[in-house]
């Protein structure tokens, strides 16, 4: 199996134009992805990661001020391709997604098999026959039956139609398949079921995901590996293992021991104070007003990033000299 | 011997989608057939999947619907047929935290007048006695300096603090029994504790019940004296916190258990088991166990008659064929 690169993010930045001003949802993040890898970002809301899964996608809100960086999919730069190129070949080619709540999106007046065949006609101009016959393979795949592709969606259960939004972002074979909170609005044991699918297509399909969610628990049904967002950066990236034995900043710290779990005797905690504002974020370390264990340098200076060990960075000043 | 609060018996909630004059009418059995008893100052967690009927369960509780069948005695008196009228001083005794504090405030009312209205209503103190009321309870809840948040509008509050205007109110009044649905579901994971911890402390302070409704099963380990499992309109299991997750009996708990993620990275190398299927429409619920279809430990008899609910071990009853 190729180890390559399959995703390459280098100071990636995006800034949103507001009336009160500009909201820097994005602030310079860098990372990669290695094909059938898993990538977990995690954030309190609003810390700008699903606007950084919609910018890998090139779905720019109309509001949009800056883009900035580049980012590298099989090594070519897709970012500033032109528009037409991009959604001719690389969105839903190359790049799906499943969105966050999108099984509420289905249209109520089209059968599932033609919305999932659709991309197919569209953007690979397949004729409808084989188009549809493609379609009722990969609803199999995600265990939708072809008696229930020939339904309309109001009669599918929460669960099923979110099988079905995943079978969309599958149909077109794509490289990298971008999850935002793919189960949040689900029971408890339909999101154990989907985590099962996730789990199973990667294994069978090699497929590359960027898992975006706020449940942390849940992560560790797919990640390999963390990445922390808070107010638009990637405060630690590390491999899952160090994410839960070695956190090395102080938020992922007390993002971990926000986690309630059913089992051990943790006494859970909370984070004092709420994520700031990204029309003017704090300077120097943008968690230094939350963090209790806060210095002088954090106040004025943006930490650098700080190498734990191979594929984990954290930034924060306490690593300083560890 | 009497320190009972509340006693639910064979409490049925059906609404009816299809009345019929000539063919049969068709109901939604959303509760059917609950039976608990709680002690004053006692907490319960209602745990369910969504239509379950632990939103319908809590709501009949505090008569904001009309059960079709069965009881509810609070205090000693039966309160499930009284009229509005009668249920008065009810309502003083009983409060609400709604799911969604961003639709349970009223956005031309500032916090004080929000605080101030069931004060009104219920003809309580004077002014100035109202506006002690009023700045004992957000400072209970910590929304301090209380001079500040007194004037201010919800839309200028964060999801969290609005949430607790929301428990401020529904405590204002020093109620009995508080029912609390889903009251962190819609806040960030780093602001639910802090509710969490706040609506303990204050049960803990004013000896309030509480029946917490969720379908989070994680946050209720700390929090409650007892858990109740919910599934398609019955009570499935009950027993004191520890016992249950300890010993869980019944098949559906032993499933919602195990879905629970727990934050370990071997999750991602094994598929986990888990109940194939949804849960039973309530228009025709299944005639045996409703849990039957889905049940990996499914005998003959689950299939034709319901199982009698039975206290297992000491305060544990289980409502499962695999016991009786």
Redesign the interface.
Known sequence: MENSDLLKVQNFSLSYRTRKGDVEAVNNISFDLKKGETLAIVGESGCGKSSLARGLIRLFPRNIKKVEGKILLDGKDVLFLDEETFRREIRWREISMVFQGAMNSLNPVLKVVFQVAEPLMVHFGMDKESAFKRAKEVLGLVGISSAFAERYPFELSGGMKQRVVIAMALITNPKLVLLDEPTSALDIITQENIMNLLKMLKKELNLTYIFITHDIALTSELADRMAVMYAGEIVEISPVEDFYKNPSHVYTRLLLDSVPTLRGDKSLKSIPGSPPSLIDPPSGCRFHPRCPLVMDICKVKEPPSYKIKEGHFAKCYLNEGR | MNNELLRVEELKVWFDIKKGLFSRPLYVKAVDGVNFALNIGESVSLVG??GSGKTTLGKTILRLYRPTSGKIIFDGKDISNSDSKDMKWYRRETGLVQQDPFGALPPHFNIYRILEEPLIIHNIGNRSERRDMIYRALEEVKLTPVEDFAPKYPHML?G?QMQRVVIARALIMRPKLVVADEPVSML???????I??LLKSMQDRHKTSLIYIT?????V??FTHWIFIMYAGEIVERALTKEL?ANPLHPYTN??????????????NV??E???G?PPDLVNPPIGCRFAPRCSQSKDICFKERPPELEIRDKHWVKCWLYS
Not at chain 2, 188 to 194: F, I, N, Q, T
């Open positions: 999947e969504s964060s969290g960030d994971a780093s602001v639910r504790v802090e969490l911890e379908h989070d099963l994680a946050t380990r700390m997750l499933a919602l258990l195990n879905a629970i993620p727990d934050p370990d990275p071997e999750n991602r598929l986990k888990v109940p194939p949804e």
